[in-house]
């Protein structure tokens, strides 16, 4: 007897009777130039220890593995989508996401969060050098040509929770001169003796221990509320911890700052900046980032984020860190007038990079009267390289002398 070879068929009813259901083959609607395919091929390339060492830390494991949502994550930040729950939709909707899931379950938007938060936040910064590393053996991206340029992004925090350094500063001045006169006090009415070469908080701290020791010898309890009347010595207890609680509030304060002049209450990595694109249309300073990034062929190969809010102080920290983190260095540094300062020429040129950076008086020095009104700047004068001297327009020779920093 022959053998048949028979195939299951599924059937679904509707209102126009039974109706056969074909199974869909995703592989075929997929072109094979797809960007989907790309991206599953380039990433096959990382190595995931880490995120498969991230996902063993946190409960139970999830039903989709760590690298394919890792893929689903990356095409759909690539394709303008974020919240979990349009990612979820998208897996549920998109043939390409089906693609990259290759069957397994579709997630839903706590898995997705989960993922996210726990695990992929701490690893994205390995797994993106990886990805730049990948770009470089296929050629793509040659360490040569770094283009650097800043954007200040406003933060997720309170726009009226401003710290200032110079209000801090002074009111810690008011405060540093109300405590000599509050341990003098102490002194004349309890005979109490302060070390002065400690810091302000440390004798704040001593002044209330014997505060505390010496109402334990009278026995006394100290009252609140409506109409009870307070003793000396807990008026002088409460003036101690006031004063402690705000010396320690301005060294935290200061410890914040960072070198900045101001920060976010709730967002304390955040400085205070003013941004170009402002809806309210009154230059507001509000809580924001600077970030800086690096270009080379159309790639992101660096992303720097600062608390900085002028671009030029962060050429420097941004060039190390790429050279820390690819253990490679660029040998051409293209940057606009916003870079510009001796102090990035002098690095740059330690470091042996070829500098292109906009000078800020670029478009005055094309005009002719430049030359005309300014005849006192360096780049207008006349330079002998064999001596080393600028000669004026009167014709005499500028020698040097000394060299002078100046207080900013």
Not at 23 to 42: A, C, G, H, K, Y
Not at 107 to 122: A, Q, Y
Not at 126 to 154: A, C, R
Not at 263 to 292: C, G, I, W
């Amino acid at each position: 007897m022959q053998k048949q070879n028979i195939t299951h068929k599924k059937y679904t009813k509707n209102t126009h009777g039974y109706q056969l259901v074909l199974p869909l083959n995703i592989e075929v609607l997929i072109p094979d130039d797809d960007s989907v395919r790309l991206l599953d091929q380039m990433l096959e390339n990382l190595n995931y220890s880490c995120l498969l060492k991230a996902n063993s830390y946190y409960g139970r494991n999830n039903c989709v593995s760590p690298i394919t949502l890792f893929k689903d994550m990356v095409y759909a930040f690539s394709q303008g989508i974020y919240s979990s729950r349009s990612i979820e939709k998208a897996c549920r909707r998109d043939i390409n996401f089906k693609w990259l899931l290759k069957g397994a379950p579709i997630p839903d938007h706590n898995t997705i969060w989960r993922f996210i938060k726990h695990r992929l936040v701490s690893n994205t910064e390995n797994l993106f050098s990886q990805f730049v590393l990948v770009l470089h053996d296929m050629e793509q991206v040659p360490f040569e040509y770094l283009f650097v340029d800043g954007t200040k992004i406003e933060a997720d925090a309170n726009r009226y929770t401003f710290v200032w350094r110079k209000a801090t500063q002074k009111n810690e001045k008011k405060l540093s001169d109300k405590i000599p006169m509050l341990f003098e006090k102490l002194k004349n009415e309890y005979g109490f003796e302060i070390d002065s070469q400690d810091k302000a908080l440390e004798r704040l701290k001593e002044a209330q221990t014997l505060l505390s020791n010496e109402k334990k010898r009278l026995g006394m309890a100290f009252v609140h509320g409506k109409g009870c009347r307070k003793t000396q010595l807990q008026r002088d207890m409460e003036k101690v911890l006031e004063f402690i609680g705000r010396q320690d509030k301005y060294n935290k304060y200061n410890s914040l700052f960072n070198g900045r002049n101001s920060f976010s209450k709730t967002d304390t990595d955040a400085t205070f900046m003013r941004l170009k694109e402002d809806h309210m249309r009154n230059a507001q300073l509000k809580p924001a980032y600077n970030v800086q990034l690096g270009i080379e062929n159309e790639y992101v190969v660096g992303i720097y984020v600062s608390g900085d809010r002028n671009d030029v102080n962060t050429l420097k920290p941004f060039i190390n860190e790429l050279e820390k983190r690819y253990l490679k260095k660029y040998s051409n540094i293209i940057a606009d007038a916003g870079y510009e300062s001796e102090e990035n020429y002098t690095f740059l040129k330690q470091n042996e990079q070829k500098t292109y950076i906009k000078p800020q008086n670029y478009e005055r020095m094309k005009k002719r009267t430049y030359k005309e009104k300014y005849p006192g700047r360096a780049e207008n004068m006349d330079y002998d390289a064999a001596k080393d001297e600028y000669i004026c327009a009167d014709g005499r020779r500028l020698i040097y002398h000394r060299l002078r920093v100046g207080m900013h």
